[in-house]
């Protein structure tokens, strides 16, 4: 599985983004996805996670009620909403994927590059 992350960028605070990951590879729809920060000087961290079938997400406490994970199978995509953006927020965002929901939030085996985004205050 390849991955492929798209739609970072700058926005005001309080502003919203869609982040897309295309994904390559017959397996994607059973796999569990998800999206990962990391900003400036810290570590990568969770942000959400989505099954294979889209019915279950889990998110961050600093991005819970703010964003949202979703995945569409049929063109091998999953999404990360984020709305109510803060300055705290401005990270390089990473998909990541995995046949196991419950190895993707500390090990998934498959890594999309970063895509940026900045939020100003």
């Known amino acids: 599985v390849q991955l492929q992350a798209s739609g970072g960028g700058l926005v005001q605070a309080g502003g919203s983004l869609r982040l897309s990951c295309a994904a390559s590879?017959?397996?994607?729809?059973?796999?569990?996805m998800g999206w990962f920060r990391q900003a400036p000087g810290e570590e990568r961290e969770f942000v959400a996670i989505i099954n294979w079938s889209g019915r279950s997400t889990y998110y961050a406490d600093s991005t819970k009620g703010r964003f949202t994970i979703s995945r569409d199978n049929a063109i091998n995509t999953v999404y990360l909403q984020m709305n109510s953006l803060k300055p705290e927020d401005t990270a390089v965002y990473y998909c990541?994927?995995?046949?196991?929901?419950?190895?993707?939030?500390?090990?998934?085996?498959?890594w999309g590059q970063g895509t940026l985004v900045t939020v100003s205050s």
């Open positions: 590879g017959r397996s994607f729809s059973r796999y569990a």
């Open positions: 990541a994927g995995d046949p196991s929901l419950g190895a993707i939030t500390t090990a998934p085996q498959y």
